[in-house]
C-alpha cells in the first residue's frame, strides 16, 4: 500500500494580502501554480501528489479564493509578487516552477521577474506566450470538440466570461459543458470534478494577461534559466503555445506526450513527474 502523503497548510506572514496552501514530500523545492485564472487550486491535487512523491512540493492559492485572500487586485503583476511572496513565506531561496495551464504562463513571467529565485521552470500545457497566445485557435478547438447541442450556449458563456459579465454560478455552467473537451477523447473524459471557479478574478485576469504578451514576448530570449514545456499530442490547446516560446528561450525543450490531453497528468500518469525529474537532473 502507497503511504499517503501528510499535507500540511502554510501562509505568508508578511503584511500583504495572505497566500495560503498546502506542503509535503522531499527532495528538490518546487512551487506549483495552478491554472485559471480564476480557478481554484484543488483540481490539481493528483499532480501535486504525483510531484511529492520525489520532491518537496508547495502549492497554494491564487488570490480571489479561500483559503487565500478574496480581495483584488486581480493582475499578473499582483500574481508575480505573490510567488515571490510564496517563496519567501517557505524560505525557498531558490526552487523550481511547475505551472500548468495559465500557471504555466506566469511561471514565465516569473522567470522574466525574477530569475535569481528559480532553479528552473516546467510549463505544463501553456496559454501562449506570443503574438495572441494562440488563443483564437484554443476557443475555436474547445467549441470544435464541444456538442453541437451545447456550443452555442458555450461560447455564449464564454463571451460573457471574457467581457467580465458572468457570475460565479454561470461560469461554472460554461465549465461544465467544454469539460469534456479538454481530454484527448471528449468521450472518455473523466467526470468533472468539484471546482470552484472565481468568475471575478477572471473578468479582470484576462485584460491584464493580455496587456503584458508584448513585454512576456520580448523577454523571453533573456530568460537563463532551465524551461522545460510539456504538452499533450491531443490536447485543445495548440502545441504551437509550447513551442512557439521554446524556440525563443535559449536551452528550452518540448516533451510531447502521445495520447495526452490538457490534464496532462490524468490521461499520461508520471509524464509531469518525468518530464520534473528531466529538469533538475540539469
Not at 500574481?79 to 504555466?104: F, I, P, T
Not at 459543458?177 to 468568475?199: G, K, N
Request: hydrophobic share 45%; net charge negative.
Amino acid at each position: 500500500m502507497v503511504e499517503q502523503l501528510a499535507w500540511t497548510d502554510f501562509t505568508t506572514h508578511d503584511e500583504g494580502l495572505l497566500i495560503g496552501g498546502l506542503r509535503a514530500g522531499s527532495g528538490p523545492p518546487v512551487l506549483l501554480l495552478h491554472g485559471g485564472p480564476g480557478m481554484a487550486f484543488d483540481y490539481l491535487r493528483d499532480l501535486a501528489d504525483e510531484l511529492a512523491e520525489e520532491n518537496d512540493v508547495a502549492w497554494y492559492q491564487q488570490r480571489g479564493q479561500e483559503p487565500s485572500a478574496v480581495e483584488g487586485p486581480y493582475t499578473v503583476a499582483a500574481d508575480v509578487e505573490d510567488a515571490r511572496r510564496v517563496l519567501d513565506a517557505l524560505g525557498w531561496q531558490k526552487a523550481y516552477v511547475v505551472g500548468h495551464s495559465w500557471g504555466g504562463h506566469l511561471a514565465l513571467h516569473v522567470a522574466e521577474a525574477m530569475p535569481e529565485r528559480l532553479l528552473g521552470v516546467l510549463c505544463v500545457e501553456p496559454l501562449g506566450a506570443i503574438g495572441d497566445g494562440r488563443w483564437p485557435e484554443f476557443d475555436e478547438e474547445i467549441f470544435r470538440r464541444t456538442p453541437e447541442s451545447t456550443r452555442a450556449r458555450a461560447r455564449e458563456i464564454d463571451e460573457l466570461s471574457m467581457a467580465g459579465e458572468a457570475d460565479d454560478e454561470l461560469a461554472l455552467e460554461g465549465m461544465r459543458l467544454v469539460w469534456p473537451a479538454y481530454f484527448a477523447d471528449p468521450e472518455q473524459a473523466t467526470p468533472m470534478p468539484e471546482l470552484r471557479l472565481a468568475s471575478e478574478r477572471s473578468g479582470e485576469m484576462v485584460p491584464s494577461i493580455m496587456a503584458e504578451l508584448p513585454a512576456l514576448e520580448a523577454g523571453l530570449p533573456e530568460i537563463r534559466v532551465p524551461v522545460g514545456f510539456v504538452h499533450g499530442s491531443r490536447s485543445p490547446m495548440p502545441l504551437g503555445a509550447s513551442t512557439d516560446a521554446a524556440e525563443r528561450i535559449p536551452g528550452a525543450w518540448v516533451e510531447v506526450v502521445e495520447g495526452a490531453g490538457h490534464f496532462t497528468w490524468v490521461e499520461a500518469p508520471g509524464a509531469v513527474r518525468a518530464a520534473l525529474r528531466r529538469l533538475t537532473a540539469n
